[in-house]
């Protein structure tokens, strides 16, 4: 296997984007107290680290114990909790100590590569629970806490949630559930009447870790990462920042009137 090492490190990719995306702090999630799963590294980092940086408290909720603690140490107003999304007594026990929940940032995921002749169904199970699974699990035990006040669930599907791969078979299967479940949902709480709105991020390939793991389980990772900037008519890949300030602006009363819809961050691949 070709090595990796020559790849730009995860969130060091564009330098100068990097000067012109910062995000200016308004206090725009004043009081907010916002749970998100996988929040500890990558878009779930930057997605935390945004919401304090607009006022919000955030809950750091992931399997990785020590890079949640550290986040929620650096961020300060921000609190880690042990979670597996894919239990249903982790979810309870998770949630429990909150009596109401302003946003759910459903983002914890996995990407398994391969076509529908590799991918082993241990794999494909593997990839639906956390996906999928996760993100049911996480919406039901959620509502209760929002349905009375108000509330924004933000799903994270893919750019694979609208458009295939042909090697990325569970992927593919697991985000597109999250797209329909994310409107499913917010037709439900609109016809109830519940003051909830549910939609979903469609980011493109955002250099994190998780993009990292995909390029170790490749052959050529070099020629893999090339391609996946080609997908981009922008010409790179994307920065979990850019995910984070559309997450905030999905937590924030400023999308009070959307709900059920998919928002793509993807540098233009799905046009
Ligand atoms: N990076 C991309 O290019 C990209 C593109 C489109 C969509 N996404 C989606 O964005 C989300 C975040 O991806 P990322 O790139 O930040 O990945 P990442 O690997 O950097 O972070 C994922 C986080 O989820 C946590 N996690 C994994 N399994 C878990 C479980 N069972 N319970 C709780 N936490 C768990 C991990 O510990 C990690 O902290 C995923 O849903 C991913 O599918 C990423």
Same mark, same amino acid.
């Given at each position: 296997?070709?090595?990796?090492?020559?790849?730009?490190?995860?969130?060091?990719?564009?330098?100068?984007?990097?000067?012109?995306?910062?995000?200016?702090?308004?206090?725009?999630?004043?009081?907010?107290?916002?749970?998100?799963?996988?929040?500890?590294?990558?878009?779930?980092?930057? =997605?935390?680290?945004?919401?304090?940086?607009?006022?919000?408290?955030? =809950?750091?909720?992931?399997?990785?114990?020590?890079?949640?603690?550290?986040?929620?140490?650096?961020?300060?107003?921000?609190?880690?909790?042990?979670? @597996?999304?894919?239990?249903?007594?982790?979810?309870?026990?998770?949630?429990?100590?909150?009596?109401?929940? @302003?946003?759910?940032?459903?983002?914890?995921?996995?990407?398994?590569?391969?076509?529908?002749?590799?991918?082993?169904?241990?794999?494909?199970?593997?990839?639906?629970?956390?996906?999928?699974?996760?993100?049911?699990?996480?919406?039901?035990?959620?509502?209760?806490?929002?349905?009375?006040?108000?509330?924004?669930?933000?799903?994270?599907?893919?750019?694979?949630?609208?458009?295939?791969?042909?090697?990325?078979?569970?992927?593919?299967?697991?985000?597109?559930?999250?797209?329909?479940?994310?409107?499913?949902?917010?037709?439900?709480?609109?016809?109830?009447?519940?003051?909830?709105?549910?939609?979903?991020?469609?980011?493109?390939?955002?250099?994190?870790?998780?993009?990292?793991?995909?390029?170790?389980?490749?052959?050529?990772?070099?020629?893999?990462?090339?391609?996946?900037?080609?997908?981009?008519?922008?010409?790179?890949?994307?920065?979990?920042?850019?995910?984070?300030?559309?997450?905030?602006?999905?937590?924030?009363?400023?999308?009070?009137?959307?709900?059920?819809?998919?928002?793509?961050?993807?540098?233009?691949?799905?046009?």
């Amino acid at each position: 296997m070709a090595s990796a090492r020559q790849l730009p490190a995860a969130g060091r990719t564009d330098a100068k984007i990097s000067e012109r995306t910062q995000i200016v702090a308004a206090g725009r999630l004043e009081g907010k107290l916002a749970f998100v799963t996988g929040g500890a590294s990558g878009v779930g980092a930057a =997605i935390a680290r945004a919401f304090v940086a607009e006022g919000a408290e955030a =809950i750091i909720a992931d399997i990785d114990r020590a890079a949640g603690e550290a986040l929620a140490g650096e961020l300060g107003r921000a609190r880690f909790v042990p979670l @597996d999304v894919t239990s249903e007594q982790n979810w309870q026990d998770a949630l429990a100590p909150f009596e109401r929940i @302003d946003v759910l940032v459903n983002n914890a995921g996995i990407t398994t590569l391969g076509s529908i002749e590799e991918v082993t169904l241990d794999q494909f199970r593997h990839e639906l629970d956390i996906d999928v699974l996760g993100v049911f699990l996480g919406t039901q035990t959620a509502l209760p806490k929002m349905k009375a006040h108000g509330g924004s669930i933000i799903n994270m599907s893919s750019l694979s949630g609208v458009r295939a791969s042909a090697n990325l078979v569970a992927y593919n299967a697991a985000k597109a559930a999250v797209t329909l479940m994310t409107k499913s949902c917010a037709l439900h709480f609109a016809e109830k009447g519940y003051p909830v709105r549910c939609n979903s991020i469609h980011p493109g390939a955002i250099h994190t870790p998780i993009i990292d793991k995909v390029l170790a389980q490749s052959d050529d990772p070099d020629a893999l990462y090339r391609s996946f900037v080609k997908v981009h008519p922008v010409g790179r890949l994307g920065r979990p920042e850019e995910i984070a300030a559309m997450a905030v602006y999905l937590a924030s009363d400023e999308s009070a009137f959307t709900t059920g819809a998919e928002f793509r961050v993807d540098g233009g691949a799905s046009i």
